[in-house]
Nanobody
Framework: VQLQASGGGLVQDGGSLRLSCEAS????????VGWFRQFPGKERMFVAG????????VYTDSVKGRFTISRDNAKKTVYLQMNSLRPEDTAVYYC???????????????????WGQGTLVTVSS
């Protein structure tokens, strides 16, 4: 499956953005999906994940209450709604998907085989 991410941009401190990630294949509906971000010079870090089986969501602590991951299987798209953005959220954001991710690995980038291209989010202070 191929993933196409979009929605990044420049936003002020406290603003909102919605990232989208569209898949090429309808089998996407049975994939665990995740969002990761990469700060300059750092490894990719988990942001949020969502299981296809029960729709449960997992977030890294720093985005809880501000970011929401969701999916629209009919549109083959996963979203990351980002509210109350902070300058420290500035990063390149990547979507990822894989049918074989298990709960214990949902935050591990090595568990995902399919990745979208990054989309840059810049939050100005």
């Amino acid at each position: 499956v191929q993933l196409q991410a979009s929605g990044g941009g420049l936003v002020q401190d406290g603003g909102s953005l919605r990232l989208s990630c569209e898949a090429s294949d309808q089998t996407f509906r049975r994939y665990v999906v995740g969002w990761f971000r990469q700060f300059p010079g750092k490894e990719r870090m988990f942001v949020a994940g969502m299981k296809w089986s029960d729709g449960s969501r997992v977030y890294t602590d720093s985005v809880k209450g501000r970011f929401t991951i969701s999916r629209d299987n009919a549109k083959k798209t996963v979203y990351l709604q980002m509210n109350s953005l902070r300058p420290e959220d500035t990063a390149v954001y990547y979507c990822a998907a894989d049918p074989s991710v298990i709960s214990s690995n949902i935050a591990s980038q090595s568990a995902y085989r399919y990745w979208g291209q990054g989309t840059l989010v810049t939050v100005s202070s």
